[in-house]
């Protein structure tokens, strides 16, 4: 009878999620500084990409306008 209580009790700890280490409200927000990183170089590709090719994307809107105003 011993074994059934004691089997019985893992069971129920397992499916209550009772005796688990629950997280602090700190490891909820994230990787802060992963964001950032990930933000300031999506930027920073955008920023080249523009300098690169400022001329053709001009071209490209004009053309695309002035198609739909045609």
């Keep these: 009878m011993n074994h059934l209580t004691l089997l019985l009790a893992r069971c129920w700890l397992a499916l209550t999620g009772a005796g688990t280490d ?31 090719a400022d001329d053709e994307l001009s071209a490209l809107l004009r053309d695309a306008l002035s198609s739909v105003s045609n």
């Design 22 to 52: 629950r997280r602090d409200d700190r490891d909820e927000r994230g990787d802060v500084p992963g964001w950032v990183l990930v933000t300031v170089m999506t930027a920073g590709l955008v920023a080249v990409i523009w300098g690169i």
